[in-house]
């Protein structure tokens, strides 16, 4: 099962609406992020990049599948 995470925390003004919301496991939500301190950005074209709490490493999505014609 996912858990909603918050981009930007409803602490700091994150709204609860979509484009401010990713569905992540337990383990990357409640130990990555929230007890490691990795960050969520969310790129325009959908993918996001996971940010180190150093800054020093950044892991890079995939972008969604491509449609293909029925």
């Known amino acids: 099962a996912c858990q909603v995470h918050h981009i930007v925390p409803r602490s700091e003004g ?3 609406a979509l484009g ?3 569905l992540l496991c337990p383990f ?5 992020v ?4 990795w960050k969520i950005v969310l ?3 959908g993918t996001t990049n996971a940010v180190s709490p ?3 490493r950044t892991l ?3 972008g969604p599948p ?4 029925a």
């Open 20 to 22: 401010n919301l990713l």
């Open 60 to 62: 890079h999505s995939h």
């Open 66 to 69: 491509e449609a293909t014609a």
């Open 54 to 56: 150093d800054g020093r």
């Open 14 to 16: 994150g709204a609860t």
């Open 34 to 37: 929230h007890r490691w301190g």
């Open 28 to 32: 990357h939500h409640l130990i990555a």
């Open 43 to 45: 790129n325009p074209d």
